[in-house]
């Protein structure tokens, strides 16, 4: 089973998200229903783990909180583009749900995450995108602003890899107060 941690957009932010989606040649964009902002990816493992994640993270205690979206950019890896995100204004509480969300899967023998917590929303996956044409998608978007959304649990998904995308399926929802 391959799992992550995530918030689950509402339907109005992913409708914002899904505006933006076109005009850039050698981009795949992400379906409308997959649309999720990444706590911690934690890749596959047996059932067994699985309920061991389960259980340590629902022994977690949080306050909602609103989200709110704002900006666009790209992730390269080896000098290429390779995504396209809608980042996320700066928010303690989202930062604090995160380390807990860390820390409690540390506790059960999971490896310490080794990349920055950098939230964002991927957009697209990019497959030579002329680099004019994306630095034109970025100008163009540059100003995104979303309306703010509240956030009153976060989720567990698990991944299966398709042909074309993958699919996402919530497993659980862990509530916050």
Known sequence: MRLFVA?????????????LAGGLPGARW????NYHL???FLGEMPGHRAEELDMALAALRGRSFTLQLGGVGVHEKAGRSVALWAGVERNPALEH??????T???RIGFEPERRR???HVTLARLDGAPHDKLVQWLQA??????EPMPVRHFT??????????AVYTAEVDYELA
Do not use: M, N, Y
């Open 38 to 40: 990444t706590l911690r």
């Open 7 to 19: 918030i689950d957009l509402e339907f109005a932010l992913r409708q914002a998200l899904f505006r």
């Open 30 to 33: 992400i379906p409308f229903e």
């Open 97 to 102: 749900l995160q380390a807990k969300i860390e």
């Open 156 to 165: 567990l998904f698990s991944s299966q890899l398709g042909k074309d995308q």
């Open 141 to 146: 978007h540059a100003l995104l602003r979303t």
């Open 117 to 119: 917590f950098s939230p």
């Open 104 to 106: 409690a899967v540390q």
